[in-house]
């Protein structure tokens, strides 16, 4: 499996803008990048997903390099309540066999917010 | 709301005592997950089913099990949990396996063994 790199932890302030890096140099044609979070206690939630083109929905945006190997995930205005763990995963949509079916977690980054 | 719902929030067992720890959902999705998540670490799938079909994890242990009787249960039964079973457990569900389908994840059931 494709597999994706993030820093450990990032620390924002609150109304500011995030952005979270991600590589992923050995990302296939046919891979999707696929954002989740996890906040505290809780159960992972999706968060947003792209291809090649940069990919806006009314929780963050995506921003896609043009040679794939990295994105980067943008929270426009952080609030205290995106404090939590964000999970960058590759996932294949293709149902060809192998692992397609599954999200593989990476160790994600802790973005703590202040106030 | 639509949602998927884990029973118990949080179960103690002892070494050795079996548990079964319950998930249901109201999404009507055709695919149940259960991942692992130990302290500090990532979730790890266990097993799924897709409707029927039960779909295990090469090295997810013979003492996990799991049992889904119709479309919106799905159970996970430890057999002969050990003190490295203390972990949460999450279920998911989704409405296929593939075609990037989000997962809906429920709040997690923390499993302590003593």
């Known amino acids: 499996d494709a597999k994706t790199t993030q820093p450990n932890s990032m620390e924002s302030n609150e109304e500011e803008p995030v952005h979270l890096p991600c590589n992923h140099s050995t990302i296939s044609g046919t891979d999707y990048i696929h954002w989740y979070r996890q906040l505290p206690s809780q159960g992972p939630e999706y968060v947003i997903h792209g291809l090649t083109s940069n990919v806006n929905n009314r929780m963050a945006s995506l921003a896609i390099a043009e040679d794939r190997k990295s994105s980067t995930l943008i929270l426009h205005r952080a609030t205290l309540r995106d404090a939590a763990v964000y999970y960058c995963i590759l996932r294949d949509p293709g149902n060809s066999g192998g692992s397609n079916y599954k999200l593989t977690f990476g160790k994600g980054t802790l973005l703590t917010v202040n106030p | 709301d639509a949602m998927v719902i884990q029973n118990p929030r949080y179960q103690v067992t002892q070494f050795g005592k079996p548990v079964t720890l319950s998930c249901s959902q109201t999404?009507?999705?055709?695919?149940m997950y259960w991942y692992q998540q130990k302290s500090s670490q990532a979730p790890k799938l266990l097993f799924h089913?897709?409707?029927?079909?039960?779909?295990n994890e090469a090295d997810t242990p013979d003492n996990f099990q799991s049992r889904r009787p119709n479309t919106s249960f799905c159970f996970l039964d430890i057999r002969s949990p050990g003190l490295g079973d203390a972990a949460m457990y999450l279920c998911a569900t989704s409405i296929d396996r593939w075609n990037n389908y989000e997962q809906y994840f429920g709040p997690g059931t923390r499993l302590t063994v003593t």
């Open positions: 089913y897709y409707d029927k079909d039960f779909n």
């Open positions: 999404l009507n999705h055709n695919v």
